[in-house]
C-alpha cells in the first residue's frame, strides 16, 4: 500500500474513532441516549445519517458493479429505491416520530409495536426482535463481506484480515459511542460518499474524452448497453422496483425518523436526504458506465466486476486522494455496519434483557448490555462472512426483502389504519418472514427455476403479509379507544409533513 493512500485511510480511522469518544463522553448516560441520541438529532445529521446507513458498500461497490456487467438494464433497482425512500419520508417519517415518543417513548420497532397495539402477552415485540436479530445478522455479514474484499482487492491483504480490521473499527465506535456515534459518523461518511461519487465518474469520463465518447466505447462493446429493456422480462422489471418497497420495513432507516428533534424538521430532513441520495446514486450508475469504458480502453485487468470503483480510484488519482475515495468505500460500509449493530443490540437489550430478565436494570446496567449484545452480534456476523465468495448485492438483496416484507405493510398499516390489530400485526409479520425465507430457501422451482430467480422473493412477501394483517385484523378487537389520540398526534404531524 502506497504510503500516503496509508496515512489518509489511517487518518479516516482516528476521525471515526476520535468521533466514538466524543459521542461517549456526550450521550451515553441513558439507555434512551445510547439508543437514540435523545432524540436530538438536527434533520441533515439524521438525513445524512438514514441515507449512509441505508446504502453501504452497495452504493459503491454492488450498483456499479451490476451496471458494469448489465448496463443500464440494471438501473432499475436504483429507480425502485429512490421512489421508496421519497414514499418512505412521506408516509413513514412524520407519523412514526409523532407516535414513538407519545407512546411512552418507545426505543425500538418491536416496543413501538407492542405499544401501538397494547400486546400485554409480549408475543409482537418477541416475534419482531427475532426477525431483526436473524436477518441483521445476515444483513452485517454483507458489509463486512465488502471490507474484506476492499483490503485484498485494494492492498493485497488477505480477505479474513480487512474483514476483522473493518469490523474492529465500527465495533470500537458503536461500542462505545451508541446512537450519537453512529450518526455523527454516519454524517461524515455520507459527506465522504458524496464527494466521491461526483468526483470519481467525472474525472474518469474526462480521462475518456467526454461523454460522448465514454458512450460510443461501451457501445461498440454491446449496443443494447443504453437499452434499459435490453435482457430484462416486465417480471425482472417490476422485481427491480420492487426494492423500493423494503424501506418501510428497514429498522436501521426508519429509527432515524424516531431520533430527530422534532416532526418540524421532517421537511427539511427529506429535501435534503432525497437530494443527497438522488445525486449519489447518479454517480454510481455513472461508475459502472465510465468504468466498463476505461477497463476496454486500457485492457486493465478486472477479476471482480464488484471493486470496479476501487480500480478506478487507484489508477486515476495522487495517492493522497486514492486514500480519500477508498475511505468512502469504507465509510459506506461502516455506516451501514454500526447502524445495523446499534438496532440489533437495541433489541437484544429493551427487547429481550430488559424485558424479560431484568426488568428493574439500571440505565447504566442496560447500557453495558447494549454493548455485549453489539459484540456479540459483531462476532456472528464476521463468522458468516468468512465465506469470500459471498456475493455482496445478493447478501443484501435477501436481508433487505425480509425486512420489507415482514415489517414494510405492518407499519404502514399500523400508522394509517385504526383498525389494525395486535393479531393482525403478529400475522403479517410472520407471514412476510417465512415467504421470504421460503422463496430464498424451498426446495421447489417454477418453470424450473429457483423462485428467486423468477421474482424478487419482496414481492410475495409483501403481498402475503398485507394480506395476512388486513384479514386477521378485521377478525379481531382493534387496540383500545385511549390510543385514538395517538392518531391524532399523527394527524397534526401530517399536517407539518404537507405544510412543507
Given amino acids: 500500500m502506497n504510503s500516503e493512500t496509508a496515512i489518509s485511510l489511517g487518518g479516516y480511522f482516528v476521525l471515526m474513532l476520535g468521533i466514538g469518544l466524543y459521542a461517549w463522553r456526550k450521550s451515553t448516560s441513558n ?7 435523545g432524540r436530538q438529532l438536527p434533520p441533515a ?5 438514514a441515507g449512509a446507513s441505508d446504502m453501504s458498500g452497495w452504493m459503491l461497490m454492488g450498483l456499479p458493479g451490476a451496471v458494469y456487467l448489465a448496463g443500464s438494464s440494471a ?9 421508496g425512500a421519497w414514499a418512505n419520508y412521506r408516509l413513514v417519517a412524520p407519523r412514526l416520530r ?12 418491536p416496543d413501538y409495536l407492542e405499544k401501538r397495539f397494547a400486546d400485554n402477552s409480549r408475543a409482537l415485540r418477541v416475534i419482531a426482535s427475532l426477525v431483526i436479530v436473524i436477518f441483521f445478522t ?22 479474513r484480515f480487512g474483514l476483522m480490521l473493518t469490523a474492529s473499527v465500527v465495533v470500537l465506535y458503536t461500542l462505545f459511542g451508541g446512537f450519537l456515534a453512529v450518526s455523527l459518523t454516519d454524517f461524515v461518511q455520507g459527506c465522504i460518499m458524496f464527494i466521491a461519487l461526483v468526483l470519481v465518474p467525472i474525472v474518469t469520463i474526462s480521462y475518456l474524452g467526454g461523454w460522448s465518447e465514454t458512450q460510443a466505447e461501451v457501445t461498440a462493446l454491446n ?34 425518523f424516531m431520533a430527530v428533534r422534532s416532526v418540524a424538521d421532517m421537511p427539511m430532513m427529506r429535501r435534503i436526504g432525497m437530494s443527497w441520495m438522488i445525486v449519489t446514486v447518479i454517480g454510481s450508475v455513472l461508475c459502472g458506465i465510465a468504468g466498463l469504458a476505461y477497463v476496454t480502453r486500457t485492457g486493465t485487468a478486472l477479476t471482480d466486476p464488484e471493486t470496479i470503483f476501487i480500480v478506478l480510484s487507484q489508477t486515476l488519482f495522487h495517492p493522497y486522494i486514492t486514500g480519500f475515495l477508498l475511505a468512502a468505500i469504507l465509510a459506506a460500509i461502516m455506516s451501514t455496519i454500526s447502524s445495523q449493530l446499534l438496532v440489533s443490540s437495541s433489541s437484544l437489550t429493551e427487547d429481550f434483557y430488559k424485558t424479560f430478565l431484568r426488568s428493574a436494570a439500571s440505565q447504566r446496567e442496560l447500557v453495558m448490555v447494549g454493548r455485549a449484545a453489539t459484540l456479540s452480534v459483531a462476532v456472528v456476523a464476521a463468522f458468516l462472512a468468512m465465506d469470500r465468495s459471498s456475493n455482496i448485492l445478493s447478501l443484501v ?21 385504526r383498525r389494525m390489530t395486535r393479531q393482525g400485526a403478529l400475522a403479517g409479520i410472520v407471514g412476510g418472514a417465512l415467504t421470504v425465507l421460503i422463496w430464498l430457501y424451498a426446495p421447489f422451482t ?28 378485521h377478525f379481531g378487537k382493534p387496540a383500545p379507544a385511549a390510543l385514538d389520540r395517538h392518531f391524532d398526534a399523527m394527524a397534526a404531524a401530517q399536517s407539518v409533513r404537507n405544510a412543507g
Fill in 31 to 37: 439507555v434512551s441516549e445510547f439508543m437514540l441520541g
Fill in 45 to 49: 445529521v439524521a438525513a445524512l445519517s
Fill in 75 to 83: 438501473v432499475w433497482i436504483a429507480v425502485g429505491l429512490t421512489i
Fill in 98 to 109: 409523532s407516535y414513538t415518543e407519545i407512546a411512552d417513548d418507545a426505543l425500538t420497532i
Fill in 138 to 159: 445476515l444483513y452485517t455479514s454483507a458489509g463486512l463481506v465488502a471490507g474484506g474484499k476492499l483490503f485484498e482487492a485494494s492492498f493485497g491483504y488477505d480477505y
Fill in 223 to 256: 449496443p443494447d448497453y443504453f437499452n434499459w429493456f435490453a435482457g430484462v422480462s416486465t417480471i425482472g422489471i417490476i422485481s427491480s422496483l420492487a426494492w423500493g418497497l423494503g424501506y418501510f420495513g428497514q429498522p436501521h432507516i426508519i429509527v432515524r
Fill in 397 to 417: 438483496s435477501n436481508a433487505w426483502a425480509g425486512f420489507g416484507a415482514a415489517f414494510g405493510p405492518v407499519i404502514l398499516l399500523s400508522l394509517h389504519w
Fill in 446 to 473: 417454477i418453470n424450473g427455476q429457483a423462485p428467486t430467480e423468477v421474482i424478487y422473493e419482496i414481492i410475495p412477501g409483501f403481498i402475503v403479509c398485507t394480506i395476512a394483517a388486513v384479514a386477521v385484523s
